[in-house]
């Protein structure tokens, strides 16, 4: 079967930097998405990933490893707004995502 | 821009009473258009997606169903509501022709069935 493994939950301190890790195993590959939701709205497109390597988007990284199903995502610099969800979601041989069930992420000041 | 719409916002229905949830797309020609569902701390269930008009699939075998009358629009229906239909519930679209072309959200819509 298909299967995406985030943390459910974590924990970090407003500044601070927190690493969101995303294992999956999936029927193919084609991209890795990470997605933001905040309580009671919809996701939002954070990065995508196909090639292993770094991605910089500002405060930030998403990163990929295809040969170890893993990829995380970086936040630098943390603000209380980036308390949300974080969603890992794959694409598969077949163009469909597989979701992860997020992580939940709580900024304390 | 493209804009995605979707209402309504919040939705209480009785169980056993039909459901009409709407769906439409701004500023883009034949999009990949997606109806998920999402349950409490679980991932995102997609339940429809179409690549045209009148094109439906159906992932999850349920008593809701989907349909689209024109290019960007897309409505989930049921016919009889059942109290496991609640959920939080989200429209999405992909650009055609872009396979690594990321989703786009409504604001969803926030069923639940009494």
């Known amino acids: 079967g298909q299967n995406i493994d985030q943390p459910t939950e974590m924990t970090a301190t407003e500044g601070a930097i927190v690493q969101i890790n995303c294992t999956y195993q999936?029927?193919?590959?084609?991209?890795l998405f990470w997605y933001q939701q905040h309580a009671g709205e919809a996701p939002t497109f954070l990065s995508y990933n196909v090639l292993d390597g770094l991605e910089e988007k500002g405060r930030f990284s998403s990163f990929l490893s295809r040969s170890k199903g893993y990829s995380y995502l970086l936040l630098k610099e943390l603000q209380m707004k980036d308390s949300a969800s974080y969603l890992c979601a794959v694409m598969d041989s077949n163009y469909q995502l597989i979701w992860g069930a997020g992580t939940k992420l709580i900024i304390k000041p | 821009s493209q804009t995605i719409h979707q209402w309504p916002a919040t939705l209480v229905q009785p169980v056993g009473s039909p459901l009409s949830l709407e769906c439409t797309v701004e500023g883009t020609s034949n999009p990949n258009l997606y109806w998920y569902r999402q349950a409490a701390g679980r991932g995102l269930q997609l339940l429809f997606y179409?690549?045209?008009?009148?094109?439906i699939s159906s992932e999850v075998p349920q008593n809701l169903s989907a349909s689209r009358p024109q290019d960007r629009q897309f409505i989930l229906s049921s016919k009889k509501l059942l109290l496991s239909d609640s959920g939080f519930y989200l429209c999405?679209?992909?650009?055609?022709?872009?396979?690594?072309?990321?989703?786009?959200f409504g604001n969803g819509t926030r069923l639940t069935v009494t």
């Open positions: 179409s690549v045209g008009i009148g094109q």
């Open positions: 999405a679209w992909s650009a055609t022709g872009v396979e690594n072309s990321p989703l786009h």
């Open positions: 999936t029927s193919g590959f084609n991209g």
